[in-house]
């Protein structure tokens, strides 16, 4: 272990301090969603800003504009930048956070008020809003600064922070923020940065702690078809007339196959088959098909083999259909034909795919499909919204710091994971810094994030705070040159 004995041991000594905090933090109901709430979101800026403050750490608070909510004009929350640290000699990393939670009200089913911290200490779970997201992890970096501050131990790297309080609201306002400060170059909050790490996901299973080098992205389109002025009766209309949703189901069913593959011409351009070294990868992960099966409530793997399974999952683009609006979706056999139905279907992509590259490819598609059909209905298809995918290179220095910090304190090879879901900061970081991003979570596949019942293991949160400062010190050692 290169991180002193001194921090890890203060670490423990402090544990129940440390969860203390956890609860306070927890008690804000810090919901950027929620309009009545957004005092909160401020008091938990301030709370942070104090926190940040009382270790040493520099912070301004930068206002992000005002914000359209239920009919109501709101300031948003500011982000909370910071620095810590200003050796040249020194890597410098920036932390990315958010102190914002999801809504949660103890009536969707919680068995304990969400935001009161509620520690149990025989299973050694944390319950609360925003428990595992993600006040845990952006406390386990205060937890860190709390000890070198407290030992009067210097920092192995410079810090910089961003911590934000839209992030379940869409992030409104930060991409601007984000792009602002790294085009001030010198002069701006992120001067300097030499890698990013993000805490904001979670292991891909509840025993292996993982690192996170890759995001799909998602294109969503809406496929519109219709011909009737007003919906139809069959006994009058059926087998006189082009029907909207046969129409609609025909054009659905041939955008993919049973086994996941996407038949839209063109689409698989430019991916690269996984090489050997990849292969490995998805070979060494600690993930069964178990897991997948058990987490998904039902024995429906699309292949016995494993690495299939999470390559469908991590690096290949699927698409999922999603649903018909417009269609008859009550109890019992009534005898309509609807007027005009929506299809809704996604991709989620993967480089080098881009939704504007999709989307021409997707509309095009449809329609030739669409006039093969030869019906005398009317076909709309709508791109709805979109982000690019993410990957990182995990062999550069900031994942070899965290996979060592992760054998050091979890005794333990991390899962090498790319996510299907996307956090879209990743990217902004990505384009506007162009320096390496990692992401480390703290908690597990079953900590219930936007759930009901959200929990941290106690053990992640204390494991995970050195996990975060042993990062720290292995980012110090191995660029030392
Ligand atoms: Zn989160």
């Known amino acids: 272990m290169v991180a002193p004995q001194q921090f890890t041991d203060f670490i423990d000594q402090n544990a129940d301090r440390f969860i203390q905090r956890l609860g306070e933090a927890i008690a804000i109901p810090s919901i950027s969603g929620d309009a009545s709430r957004r005092g909160d979101v401020f008091k938990m800026a301030d709370w942070l800003e104090g926190q940040l403050n009382k270790y040493g750490v520099k912070t301004e608070k930068i206002p992000l504009g005002k914000q359209q909510i239920e009919g109501q004009t709101l300031d948003l929350p500011p982000a909370i930048l910071g620095r810590i ?21 103890k009536s969707d089913g919680w068995d304990h008020e969400p935001f009161q911290m509620h520690y149990d200490k025989a299973s050694g779970k944390i319950f609360g809003r925003g428990s595992t997201d993600d006040k845990g992890p952006i406390l386990g970096w205060l937890n860190v600064l709390d000890a070198h501050h407290t030992l009067k131990l210097d920092l192995p790297v410079n810090l910089r922070f961003c911590f934000e309080g839209m992030e379940e609201s869409g ?18 909050w992120f001067a300097g940065v030499d890698a990013v790490c993000i805490s904001d996901n979670y292991w891909l299973n509840t025993r292996t702690p993982c690192l996170t080098y890759g995001l799909r992205g998602i294109a969503y389109y809406q496929l519109n078809i219709s011909g009737p002025g007003a919906d139809l009766h069959s006994g009058i209309y059926g087998g006189s007339v082009f029907e909207p949703m046969t129409a609609l189901i025909t054009l659905m069913g041939k955008l993919v196959t049973q086994d996941g593959r996407i038949l839209i011409p063109g689409v698989y351009d430019g991916i690269q088959a996984a090489d050997a070294n990849e292969l490995k990868k998805y070979e060494d992960l600690d993930y069964s098909i178990d897991d997948l099966e058990s987490a998904a409530g039902g024995k429906i793997a ?9 390559m469908g999952r991590m690096r290949n683009p699927s698409l999922s259909l999603h649903g018909i609006e417009g269609a008859y979706s009550g109890a019992g056999a009534k005898t309509v034909i609807p007027a005009s139905v929506n299809g809704k279907f996604s991709l989620r992509l993967v480089p080098p795919q881009t939704p504007e590259d999709i989307t021409k490819k997707v509309i095009a598609y449809v329609e030739s499909e669409f006039a093969k059909l030869n019906t005398r209905l009317n076909m709309k298809i709508e791109y709805l919204h979109g982000g690019k995918p993410w990957v990182a290179d995990p062999s550069h220095w900031n994942f070899e710091a965290a996979k060592k910090a992760t054998e050091a304190v979890y005794l333990q090879t991390p899962n090498y994971t790319r996510e299907g879901g996307s956090i879209p900061v990743t990217l902004t970081f990505a384009d506007n810094l162009g320096v390496n991003i990692m992401l480390l979570p703290m908690g597990r596949a079953d900590d219930g994030a936007h759930s009901t019942n959200e929990k941290l293991d106690a053990s992640n949160f204390i494991k995970g705070s050195k996990l975060l400062g042993t990062y720290l010190y292995e980012v110090g050692e191995i660029t030392k040159s």
């Open 302 to 310: 699309n292949s016995a083999e494993r690495s299939t399974v999470l």
């Open 85 to 105: 640290g200003d050796d040249p000699k020194k890597k410098t990393i920036l932390l990315y956070g958010h102190f914002d939670v999801q809504p949660a009200d």
């Open 171 to 188: 992030s409104e306002g930060l991409d601007e923020l984000i792009a602002s400060e790294a085009a001030k170059k010198e002069q701006g």
